[in-house]
T-cell receptor, first 113, second 117 residues
Protein backbone atom coordinates (compact mmCIF):
# COMPACT_ATOMS: atom_id res chain seq x y z
CA UNK A 1 0.00 0.00 0.00
CA UNK A 2 1.17 3.54 -0.76
CA UNK A 3 2.45 5.40 2.29
CA UNK A 4 1.15 8.60 3.79
CA UNK A 5 3.00 11.26 5.77
CA UNK A 6 1.34 13.34 8.45
CA UNK A 7 2.63 15.76 11.09
CA UNK A 8 3.03 14.10 14.47
CA UNK A 9 0.87 16.62 16.26
CA UNK A 10 -1.19 19.76 15.83
CA UNK A 11 -2.98 22.11 18.17
CA UNK A 12 -6.09 24.15 17.82
CA UNK A 13 -8.39 26.31 19.86
CA UNK A 14 -12.00 25.44 20.37
CA UNK A 15 -14.42 26.85 17.78
CA UNK A 16 -11.60 27.47 15.29
CA UNK A 17 -11.08 25.61 12.00
CA UNK A 18 -8.43 22.92 11.82
CA UNK A 19 -6.58 21.84 8.69
CA UNK A 20 -4.87 18.46 8.98
CA UNK A 21 -2.48 17.80 6.10
CA UNK A 22 -1.49 14.49 4.56
CA UNK A 23 1.10 13.79 1.89
CA UNK A 24 0.77 10.75 -0.34
CA UNK A 25 3.12 11.36 -3.23
CA UNK A 26 3.15 7.68 -4.34
CA UNK A 27 -0.63 7.38 -4.56
CA UNK A 28 -1.89 5.26 -7.43
CA UNK A 29 -4.81 6.06 -9.68
CA UNK A 30 -7.16 3.65 -7.94
CA UNK A 31 -6.30 4.56 -4.33
CA UNK A 32 -9.02 6.20 -2.30
CA UNK A 33 -7.99 8.64 0.44
CA UNK A 34 -9.59 7.72 3.76
CA UNK A 35 -9.53 9.50 7.08
CA UNK A 36 -10.22 7.83 10.38
CA UNK A 37 -9.85 9.15 13.87
CA UNK A 38 -9.28 7.46 17.19
CA UNK A 39 -10.50 9.02 20.39
CA UNK A 40 -8.67 8.05 23.58
CA UNK A 41 -9.21 4.42 24.59
CA UNK A 42 -11.58 3.74 21.70
CA UNK A 43 -11.44 2.02 18.36
CA UNK A 44 -11.02 4.15 15.25
CA UNK A 45 -14.02 5.68 13.57
CA UNK A 46 -14.58 6.67 9.98
CA UNK A 47 -14.44 10.37 9.17
CA UNK A 48 -14.48 10.82 5.42
CA UNK A 49 -13.06 9.51 2.17
CA UNK A 50 -12.61 10.66 -1.41
CA UNK A 51 -10.97 9.86 -4.72
CA UNK A 52 -10.48 13.04 -6.73
CA UNK A 53 -13.11 15.61 -5.86
CA UNK A 54 -13.44 17.48 -2.60
CA UNK A 55 -15.93 15.89 -0.24
CA UNK A 56 -18.10 17.19 2.57
CA UNK A 57 -20.06 15.40 5.25
CA UNK A 58 -21.47 16.24 8.64
CA UNK A 59 -18.15 15.63 10.36
CA UNK A 60 -15.59 17.25 8.09
CA UNK A 61 -14.47 18.26 4.63
CA UNK A 62 -11.76 16.67 2.55
CA UNK A 63 -9.78 18.79 0.13
CA UNK A 64 -7.77 16.79 -2.40
CA UNK A 65 -4.98 18.37 -4.41
CA UNK A 66 -5.36 18.34 -8.15
CA UNK A 67 -2.40 15.97 -8.56
CA UNK A 68 -3.75 13.85 -5.67
CA UNK A 69 -0.37 13.81 -3.99
CA UNK A 70 -1.70 15.52 -0.91
CA UNK A 71 -4.96 16.11 0.88
CA UNK A 72 -6.27 18.09 3.82
CA UNK A 73 -8.90 17.16 6.35
CA UNK A 74 -10.81 20.21 7.48
CA UNK A 75 -12.71 20.42 10.73
CA UNK A 76 -14.69 23.61 10.38
CA UNK A 77 -15.16 24.34 14.08
CA UNK A 78 -13.09 22.25 16.43
CA UNK A 79 -14.62 21.11 19.68
CA UNK A 80 -13.02 19.44 22.66
CA UNK A 81 -14.56 16.18 21.48
CA UNK A 82 -12.49 16.39 18.30
CA UNK A 83 -9.28 15.79 20.25
CA UNK A 84 -8.05 12.51 18.80
CA UNK A 85 -5.45 10.86 16.61
CA UNK A 86 -6.31 11.39 12.95
CA UNK A 87 -5.16 8.84 10.42
CA UNK A 88 -4.87 9.42 6.69
CA UNK A 89 -5.00 6.06 4.89
CA UNK A 90 -4.89 5.05 1.25
CA UNK A 91 -6.97 2.13 0.17
CA UNK A 92 -7.48 0.44 -3.18
CA UNK A 93 -10.96 -1.13 -2.95
CA UNK A 94 -10.59 -3.75 -5.65
CA UNK A 95 -7.48 -5.15 -3.98
CA UNK A 96 -8.07 -4.49 -0.33
CA UNK A 97 -10.83 -5.98 1.76
CA UNK A 98 -13.17 -3.65 3.53
CA UNK A 99 -12.09 -3.33 7.14
CA UNK A 100 -8.41 -4.02 6.42
CA UNK A 101 -6.46 -0.83 6.79
CA UNK A 102 -2.79 0.02 7.13
CA UNK A 103 -2.37 2.66 9.81
CA UNK A 104 0.52 5.10 9.96
CA UNK A 105 1.38 7.12 13.04
CA UNK A 106 -1.33 9.70 12.46
CA UNK A 107 -1.61 13.24 13.79
CA UNK A 108 -2.41 13.87 17.43
CA UNK A 109 -4.84 16.77 17.53
CA UNK A 110 -5.04 18.75 20.75
CA UNK A 111 -7.93 21.18 21.15
CA UNK A 112 -7.61 23.93 23.73
CA UNK A 113 -10.66 25.42 25.43
CA UNK B 1 -25.14 2.80 10.78
CA UNK B 2 -23.34 -0.48 11.06
CA UNK B 3 -21.94 -1.36 14.45
CA UNK B 4 -19.19 -3.68 15.52
CA UNK B 5 -19.16 -4.61 19.17
CA UNK B 6 -16.35 -6.08 21.24
CA UNK B 7 -16.53 -7.83 24.57
CA UNK B 8 -15.12 -7.42 27.10
CA UNK B 9 -14.00 -3.79 27.08
CA UNK B 10 -11.23 -4.60 29.48
CA UNK B 11 -9.85 -7.70 31.15
CA UNK B 12 -7.15 -8.47 33.68
CA UNK B 13 -5.76 -11.98 33.75
CA UNK B 14 -2.97 -13.87 35.42
CA UNK B 15 0.12 -14.83 33.51
CA UNK B 16 -0.26 -18.26 31.93
CA UNK B 17 -4.03 -18.16 31.56
CA UNK B 18 -6.04 -17.71 28.37
CA UNK B 19 -8.38 -14.88 27.49
CA UNK B 20 -11.11 -14.82 24.85
CA UNK B 21 -12.23 -11.61 23.15
CA UNK B 22 -15.42 -11.51 21.09
CA UNK B 23 -16.14 -9.32 18.08
CA UNK B 24 -19.66 -9.10 16.74
CA UNK B 25 -21.15 -7.34 13.76
CA UNK B 26 -24.54 -6.25 15.03
CA UNK B 27 -26.51 -5.36 11.93
CA UNK B 28 -24.64 -6.86 9.02
CA UNK B 29 -22.92 -10.06 8.05
CA UNK B 30 -19.17 -10.07 7.86
CA UNK B 31 -17.44 -12.90 6.08
CA UNK B 32 -14.15 -11.28 6.96
CA UNK B 33 -13.09 -9.54 10.14
CA UNK B 34 -9.74 -8.15 11.18
CA UNK B 35 -7.86 -8.11 14.44
CA UNK B 36 -5.45 -5.33 15.37
CA UNK B 37 -3.17 -4.75 18.33
CA UNK B 38 -2.14 -1.37 19.65
CA UNK B 39 0.58 -0.75 22.22
CA UNK B 40 0.64 2.51 24.20
CA UNK B 41 1.44 5.58 22.11
CA UNK B 42 1.74 3.46 18.97
CA UNK B 43 -0.43 2.95 15.95
CA UNK B 44 -2.65 -0.01 15.18
CA UNK B 45 -0.93 -3.07 13.78
CA UNK B 46 -2.88 -5.69 11.87
CA UNK B 47 -2.50 -9.11 13.48
CA UNK B 48 -4.72 -11.34 11.41
CA UNK B 49 -7.63 -11.68 9.05
CA UNK B 50 -10.49 -13.78 10.32
CA UNK B 51 -12.34 -15.70 7.62
CA UNK B 52 -15.78 -17.18 8.24
CA UNK B 53 -15.69 -20.94 7.89
CA UNK B 54 -11.98 -21.19 7.20
CA UNK B 55 -8.60 -20.63 8.77
CA UNK B 56 -7.44 -17.18 9.74
CA UNK B 57 -4.60 -15.51 7.92
CA UNK B 58 -1.88 -14.17 10.18
CA UNK B 59 0.49 -11.30 9.53
CA UNK B 60 4.20 -11.95 9.58
CA UNK B 61 5.53 -12.27 13.10
CA UNK B 62 2.20 -13.09 14.73
CA UNK B 63 2.11 -16.53 16.37
CA UNK B 64 -0.98 -18.39 15.21
CA UNK B 65 -0.78 -20.88 18.07
CA UNK B 66 -0.75 -18.10 20.61
CA UNK B 67 -3.50 -15.96 19.10
CA UNK B 68 -6.28 -18.36 18.18
CA UNK B 69 -8.96 -16.98 15.93
CA UNK B 70 -12.35 -18.56 15.34
CA UNK B 71 -14.95 -17.17 12.94
CA UNK B 72 -17.76 -19.66 13.27
CA UNK B 73 -20.60 -17.47 12.09
CA UNK B 74 -21.14 -14.48 9.84
CA UNK B 75 -21.51 -12.16 12.83
CA UNK B 76 -18.96 -13.42 15.33
CA UNK B 77 -15.19 -13.71 15.44
CA UNK B 78 -13.23 -14.55 18.57
CA UNK B 79 -9.61 -13.98 19.46
CA UNK B 80 -8.14 -16.14 22.21
CA UNK B 81 -4.82 -15.13 23.70
CA UNK B 82 -3.40 -18.38 25.01
CA UNK B 83 -0.91 -18.65 27.86
CA UNK B 84 -0.89 -14.89 28.21
CA UNK B 85 2.22 -13.11 29.41
CA UNK B 86 2.74 -9.49 30.51
CA UNK B 87 4.15 -8.61 27.09
CA UNK B 88 0.74 -9.51 25.59
CA UNK B 89 -0.81 -6.63 27.51
CA UNK B 90 -2.20 -4.36 24.85
CA UNK B 91 -5.31 -2.83 23.30
CA UNK B 92 -6.94 -5.29 20.91
CA UNK B 93 -9.34 -3.98 18.27
CA UNK B 94 -11.43 -5.75 15.67
CA UNK B 95 -12.94 -4.40 12.50
CA UNK B 96 -15.24 -5.44 9.72
CA UNK B 97 -16.38 -3.93 6.47
CA UNK B 98 -19.81 -4.26 5.05
CA UNK B 99 -19.60 -5.30 1.44
CA UNK B 100 -21.98 -3.86 -1.07
CA UNK B 101 -22.07 -1.13 -3.62
CA UNK B 102 -21.23 2.30 -2.37
CA UNK B 103 -20.05 1.24 1.05
CA UNK B 104 -16.35 1.57 1.62
CA UNK B 105 -16.33 2.21 5.34
CA UNK B 106 -14.60 0.02 7.90
CA UNK B 107 -16.31 -0.37 11.25
CA UNK B 108 -14.28 -0.87 14.39
CA UNK B 109 -15.11 -2.30 17.75
CA UNK B 110 -14.53 -0.21 20.84
CA UNK B 111 -11.44 -2.21 21.69
CA UNK B 112 -10.43 -4.53 24.53
CA UNK B 113 -7.78 -3.50 27.00
CA UNK B 114 -5.90 -6.63 28.11
CA UNK B 115 -3.66 -6.47 31.16
CA UNK B 116 -1.68 -9.56 32.08
CA UNK B 117 -0.32 -9.59 35.62
Amino acid sequence: DAKTTQPNSMESNEEEPVHLPCNHSTISGTDYIHWYRQLPSQGPEYVIHGLTSNVNNRMASLAIAEDRKSSTLILHRATLRDAAVYYCILRDPPRTSYGKLTFGQGTILTVHP
Amino acid sequence: GAVVSQHPSWVICKSGTSVKIECRSLDFQATTMFWYRQFPKQSLMLMATSNEGSKATYEQGVEKDKFLINHASLTLSTLTVTSAHPEDSSFYICSAGRTGSGNTEAFFGQGTRLTVV
